[in-house]
């Protein structure tokens, strides 16, 4: 048996894992995210790396990091949230662990977890949408990361839903993200609190799991309420389900995949978001029923994802 | 040099050509299609090989098909202008010539002869659009045809564009191919010389290229006018490119690929269509002009593309 | 008691009533329309006209047409369906029955009808859409018929609700009657049966009440359907109602009316229209459900508005 | 000769005027608005007029505000940005004062000075629209003021122009107000500022203008740079010229109305303006350009128009 490091690098903490081949977590370590210090995440990585190859004998480190990474899976170029611009992370990395180290997106390592120990280990060709603050996404194709030509593909929540739509943070409007993300949820829903007519149901619920404060309403609290049944928190759920199932849609006739898989905040909703997002998708399949499409699951690795998927890629 | 046969079965002709190793073609023929007749298609494909196949050593056949091909190259599964259903069509070349043949969606075949001989060969990752009555498109990633859990991926006309918009022949609503196919193109002309409003400049001159019947109007006519400097048919170009490039944008998001590669009929209005794409591309870019993405090409190959890309895709 | 004559002049029959100040039909009689056929039809107005005051001593005589009508109610300017074109119509058939004329846009004489003796008897400003073949509109503001500066206002089938949405008859794109009139219903409804998996449900009913062929699916039988429960025909009308009721959000901004009149042959459905209008209004009223707005009723004189309004409005 | 007061209460100033039976301000004064503070607004709004009353002879004040005002033009029902809910206004202005007063709508009493003594002097039916902060609307149909069943339509900003478009203040989305208001198009501005792809042209003379901060872009920055034919800034305007060119053509169908108004800060930006507008306008017009439709102007009295428009509907 052989071992390797996965350190999934997060907007708050930095966590990292000794990984087997068969994709268990045999020794775990994390700090807290320097916020906004480019060189204090680098310690940080290095630290964790470190702490946790004193442990065990590691072949290769895989470092799974938010933002655009470059084709030799070497450098971040962009990273909006970690203030890097062009990184070479992987050589600073391995320079001060004496490691063999990769980088990877970290969506790309999630889903790179899911579809060899997780949700999609059935399938080639597999879709991961991470539905959290944003709508991040990663694709396998025929068993293989894609990752484009500069290596940024697969930003999914990306794709422009509504033309002339909402806001999006990328600087466009009407993207999947505006509409599908724990983000727009929450903005939905306080605006719902604030008596927009716009969404049926009472906010009465919402309101009182946020103290009183329509303005402190969060992702968690809709879920909370749908689960007890509540009408405006379960229409809140079903609306972004309808959005997600008809980006979904357009997803299949792109890339044709055998599974789906759902992660982030968000899915903790469980069947409350998947129910309504197959019943979306079903809707908006080109071709109609009689053709095989994607199977929908929730990932099952949760945040273990990253960093058990950023080990196993950091061998391959 | 070894050689290949390459077939491409159209809803009109289907043509043949023999290529050698670097994507020449060193003999041709075709036969007109038996419409609805689904053993006389098979049989002209039978006679077109056997035809090339009596003047050179050919190692493998490829046939281009329109339509839902299966993962094994073999079958076609559903094709709806050519009235096949599930058709064993790679067995029942193969046992009337005596040669091996491989089956490929004509959309892949004719991306993968664009990719290895013409427009894009210096990139790793492609994406074709054809446009012509319908939106079709191919995706090379990573130097391979991606083809998908079941082989149907690559429908790109057929991401949604607009939420409750135009029909579309596929039976939803609101598709890329709903707004930029020469179909749409010819729906919006024929609709201004009858006097809509909802387009610009006068539709006189397109009348009179359609011999003073507006229901006459053709994508052709649309092109040879926009060449001769007419307003409304370079308006309704430059709104067909506007989605055009708008649907390249979320490509770019989703596959990051190394260049576009445009197609069909409509590509015949060249500059016309490319430069408004280019512009509608570049404002529909998550991330700004601050990062890479790909160039937008016309097609080289033309009518070539499909024989070629399906001879060499059979070698491989 | 003094009476006036009312004649609705419809695509395939021409009927008139004498109508008392009580809003009344003490007589009636009606005509085919002689299709396309202008002078004919202003023979049959002129024929049911003088047949009616052959029996009653009435005092004027209120014609209903379909159309632009100029703001002295007396010239058709412009009726696509009647293949007239400022047509002269009150003087034609004063001249011809010795009777005072005035001419009405028919959506005019039936929302004046529905005002003064139907289901907006008590309100002062209502808005009456008519569900057909299209969506026609009128609106009585302050007591009176709204007419416009040309005499063409209350168009409101043709306020735009989606851009770049479905082609309308009326040369552009996305207008009400492009997703909330009959025909928009049907279409929906054989697309369901041809396959589209863009509406829920089994179009089996349907299908069978169209005597097995998709494309015979008529309005009337989606409503029979829907009556009995059938799922997609429910659906059909729901989705319907969504547009409709959107649209009288916007409504109820642009006039604040005291009533919305639903007429035509989809309001047959009754309340399973009403209530999903009612729904989907409530979801679109700016300023929330804290301020006072219109209630919504069902047509209650039928077919006999056009002719009580006109009779009515003749007098006025 | 006799003389009524105007005033207009707005949110940083209250302006009040005699205003003679032929529209012309023979006298003025002002207050600075006491923000949120109800009885200070009344207690300001008296003292305006008391000044005023004490130089001419006056018959009759009407005062102009915006917010809900009742049919009865004497309570103002709901003013978010004055903190009015539900005041007599016109009872306590007049029990001050000793004079007779009306309350109006503040669009109503512009709209009603431009029709009376401005830019709409010629015609019966106008449509007022003011683009500043939001998109404030008025109506004068057949001559009068259409206030409707509750006293307050004419919320034309609020008419939807996209489904599920961008969010309103309103708590609805994809209102005209969303669009093409003021508000909009500084959130452009800034987007463009911030890097957005969307807008074509450089922003560097936006930023110039806003001294170094994009965050700090204003309408009238936006404005200036456009007459100083900035590309970024002229696209901006053109963009908002369309949105509220398609609404026009909406209302064309609605109300026919014989002219088209246009006011509020953007307004300034002039044939910038007015030009665009016209050609959207051109373009969504259901029934092509062979009917008649209403001319478009700017207003002419500027802020003048609420003072003159209130003093002159008092005296109705």
Redesign the interface.
Known sequence: MTYSIGVDVGGTKIAGGVVDEKGAIIARTRRDTPSKDVSGIVGSIVAVTRELAAQYDVEVVGVGSAG?IDAGRSRVM?APNLAWRDLPLRDEVSAATGLPVVVENDANAAAWGEFRFGAAED???MVLLTVGTGVGGA?I??G?V???????????????????????G????G?VEA?ASGTALV?NAR?AA???????GSPERLVELAGGDPGSISGPMVTEAAQEGDALAQHLITELAGWLG?AM??FV??????AFVIGGGVADAGALLLDPVE?AL?????????????TVRLATLGNDAGIVGAADLART
Do not use: K, W
Not at 151 to 166: C, F, K, S, T, Y
């Open positions: 655009f962009f399938v080639d060709d694709v194709l025929d293989q894609h990752r484009g030509a500069n290596g940024i593909a697969g930003e999914l929540g990306h794709m422009r839903l509504v033309p002339d739509g909402q806001y999006c990328c600087g466009l409007r993207c509409y903005r605006a604030a008596g927009s007519a716009a969404f049926p008809a849609g357009s006739s792109i890339f044709d995949p055998g019943e079903r809707r908006n399949i080109t071709g109609g029923t009689h053709r095989p499409y994607a």
